[in-house]
C-alpha cells in the first residue's frame, strides 16, 4: 500500500507560506492558472485532519469522541480548542 504524498504547505527554502499556481483535471486535462491560498482545514497537521474529520463522523458529539477514543472529555475539547486557535490564526495571517 503506497502512502499518501502531502501536499508542502511552506517553501522548503524560506518557510513562506505556498500557494497553489494550477490545477489540472486529470479526466479532460482543461487547466487553471493562477495563484490560489490553500482552504484552511488543509493548513492543519494530518494528526488535527483526522480529528475533526471523526468529530464530524460523531456528529460533533464530544462525548462520544471521548469514548471513542478513550479519553476524557476535557482532554478531547481542550484538542478542539487547540485545533480551534489553529485555525483562527491560520485565517487570521491569510488575510
Same mark, same amino acid.
Given at each position: 500500500?503506497?502512502? /499518501?504524498?502531502?501536499? =508542502? ?5 524560506? /518557510? ?12 479532460? @486535462?482543461? @487547466?487553471? /492558472?493562477?495563484?490560489?491560498?490553500? =482552504? ?6 494530518? /494528526? ?15 462525548? @462520544? ?8 472529555? =476535557?482532554?478531547? +475539547?481542550?484538542?478542539?480548542? @487547540?485545533?480551534?486557535? +489553529? ?9
Amino acid at each position: 500500500m503506497s502512502k /499518501e504524498k502531502k501536499m =508542502p504547505q511552506n517553501c522548503p527554502s524560506c /518557510e513562506t507560506k505556498m500557494k497553489v499556481k494550477k490545477l489540472v483535471c486529470p479526466h479532460c @486535462e482543461t @487547466e487553471v /492558472e493562477g495563484l490560489f491560498n490553500f =482552504p484552511v482545514l488543509s493548513s492543519l497537521n494530518n /494528526e488535527d485532519q483526522l480529528f475533526i474529520l471523526d468529530f464530524i463522523k460523531v456528529g460533533g458529539s464530544l462525548k @462520544e469522541m471521548a469514548s471513542a477514543m478513550k479519553l476524557s472529555y =476535557p482532554t478531547i +475539547r481542550n484538542q478542539l480548542d @487547540e485545533i480551534i486557535h +489553529r485555525i483562527n490564526s491560520f485565517q487570521k495571517n491569510s488575510k
